[in-house]
């Protein structure tokens, strides 16, 4: 950076769906001193990261794609993870975006020290930079639960985000522990070749029925291809019937009543034994926690090498596993489907803002942050799909876009108007989370269900409104609610032209 251009330095944290979107939005704004760290050997994040068997997205492909990259001819209603996988590669070598990103690059500490963030590598390289943006995404950590005796175990143990080729599973006794969205994938995906599969539930989840795998037609692949201006018009219809499932799930409504209703309508057709049934039936509202989607899972569960166990599960031997009951089940695989560390975000990374404040400190009673993306105590730094980010309700390809405009406003200050230092203040972040507080009270996530939505203290990590309301505080931000400090005492011309303007 020299004193004449002042173009921003800018180090984005991932290379996942979001660092892609927020690479792509700053280069389109002429911010292109830019470097994505990631610490993956390729981009993608979630979906680079897991490639366990029957990952499918269970959101349509017309929506689960990036604005500037609308893809005409996605394979099926819902996408295969390789296929999505394929497309986030596509998109970076499409648009250029290669030349930024440093592959293998695993950020360990960054520290905002004399008004620049230091950012390092665990391969011991540093970079200088004006701006850090944490794209570092929610469901990114395995959560691998204590159970006594797993590391006794003397088959292979594989979590789904890890997931290991080798590891054979064909004409096996598989052991498939969890039934959030993978675990429902994984064991209709392993059951067909297995020996057996043990699918061990702690709580039933509902699960609405979906033809997942249809087909999109060759012809509306081939009408899109040839008609952008169309591709641009399905997706805005699909975005708009987005927000009918935000409203679903955010307010109380018939319209909640109604997809409830097809939800348990779903398990009562196709589950016609009636003790099976009452054992795969939970104990709260359906989409309490994040709905899952499958087409096969109800149907896979009755085949007669499938087995539910809601007993819990009590240890791990070094053949199988023993439930509460004191029965044990030989297994020669576990398959860990038990989720993720959703609240950890750029931790476990050293992250320090200003006087030294570490992350940790500041995230003391959970992640919290001014409208996704400002951190008090972080100056010149911004979370894309930060704490409150809309996993179960916005399109977050949309909410990641927006955001990262949403920064440029911020670079775009940093190389015109003087500014140095930009910080949300404590009051305003403090407003704004007890407004979501408050927002998340008539929420469906709140009616009595335990998920890994919820942050230690008890409150609910998401985004409580709607998408025009998320539109509308993310379309510029509101300076007063930053604290902004200049390169000279002085504001520039510019910026003394500006303040004119707005008095
Ligand atoms: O993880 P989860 P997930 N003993 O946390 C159980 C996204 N996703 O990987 O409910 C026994 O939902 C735990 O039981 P309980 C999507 O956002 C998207 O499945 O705590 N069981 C639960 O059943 C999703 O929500 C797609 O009682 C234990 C399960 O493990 C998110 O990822 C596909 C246990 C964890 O469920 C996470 O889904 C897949 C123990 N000790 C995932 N510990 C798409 O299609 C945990 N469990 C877009």
Redesign the pocket.
């Known amino acids: 950076m020299t004193a004449a251009t002042r173009n921003p330095r800018v180090c984005v944290i991932g290379a996942g769906m979001a660092g892609i979107a927020t690479a792509h939005t700053f280069v389109q704004a002429g911010f292109t001193d830019l470097v994505v760290l990631e610490k993956g050997s390729d981009v993608g994040g979630v979906w680079h990261w897991?490639r366990y068997p029957g990952?499918?997205?269970?959101?349509p492909s017309q929506i689960?794609q990036l604005s500037f990259a609308l893809k005409p001819d996605w394979s099926q209603v819902?996408a295969t993870g390789e296929e999505i996988q394929r497309y986030h590669r596509d998109v970076v070598d499409r648009l250029g975006l290669d030349k930024y990103i440093r592959l293998n690059s695993e950020v360990v500490a960054a520290e905002f020290t004399g008004g620049r963030w230091r950012v390092e590598t665990r391969d011991g390289h540093v970079e200088e930079a004006d701006f850090v943006v944490c794209a570092t995404g929610v469901?990114h950590h395995p959560?691998v639960?204590?159970?006594p005796g797993l590391e006794s175990f003397e088959g292979p143990v594989v979590h789904?985000?890890r997931w290991d080729d080798s590891v054979a599973t064909e004409g096996k006794r598989i052991a498939v522990?969890?039934?959030?969205?993978?675990?429902?994938?994984v064991v209709s995906a392993l059951q067909p070749a297995a020996r057996s599969i043990a699918h061990?539930?702690?709580?039933p989840?509902w699960v609405i029925w979906a033809p997942m795998t249809v087909r999109q037609p060759r012809l509306v692949s081939r009408v899109l291809a040839g008609a952008p201006l169309l591709r641009r018009a399905v997706y805005a219809v699909a975005l708009q019937a987005a927000n009918l499932f935000t409203d679903v799930v955010i307010r109380p409504s018939w319209r909640r009543k109604l997809v409830q209703a097809y939800a348990r309508l779903s398990l009562r057709v196709l589950v016609r034994d009636r003790a099976l049934r009452e054992k795969l039936t939970p104990d709260y509202q359906p989409l309490c926690?994040?709905q899952?989607?499958s087409g096969t899972y109800y149907r896979t569960i009755v085949k007669p090498n499938a087995e539910l166990v809601t007993e819990?599960?009590a240890s791990v031997t070094p053949t199988g596993i023993r439930t509460d009951d004191g029965r044990e089940r030989p297994v020669d695989v576990i398959v860990l489907?038990?989720?993720?560390k959703?609240h950890n975000y750029m931790r476990p990374m050293d992250l320090r803002g200003k006087d030294g404040l570490s992350i940790d400190e500041a995230w003391a009673d959970g992640p919290r942050a001014y409208q996704m993306t400002a951190i008090p105590g972080f100056p010149n730094l911004f979370t894309v799909l930060g704490p409150n980010s809309p996993?179960?309700s916005v399109p977050l390809q949309y909410s990641a876009e927006l955001t990262a405009k949403y920064i440029t406003h911020w670079l775009r200050r940093f190389r015109d108007d003087g500014v140095r230092t930009v910080e949300v203040t404590d009051a305003a972040a403090k407003h704004f989370n007890e407004g979501v507080a408050e927002a998340l009270g008539p929420t469906v996530w709140n009616t009595g269900c335990?998920?890994?939505y919820f942050n230690q203290d008890g409150s609910v990590d998401l985004w409580p409104y709607d998408r025009k309301t998320m539109k509308a505080m993310l379309t510029a931000p509101d300076e007063s609610d930053y604290e902004v400090t200049y390169e000279s005492e002085e504001p520039s011309r510019r910026e003394r032209a500006r303040s004119a303007s707005t008095e």
Not at 178 to 184: L, N
Not at 337 to 340: D, E, K, Q, S, V
Request: glycine content about 14%; hydrophobic content about 40%; some cysteine.
């Open positions: 897991n990952l499918t997205c269970d959101v689960y819902c469901l959560a639960p204590n159970i789904t985000a522990i969890g039934t959030g969205s993978t675990g429902v994938q061990f539930v702690r709580s989840q926690k994040r899952v989607v819990g599960v489907a038990t989720g993720f959703a996993t179960g335990n998920s890994w």
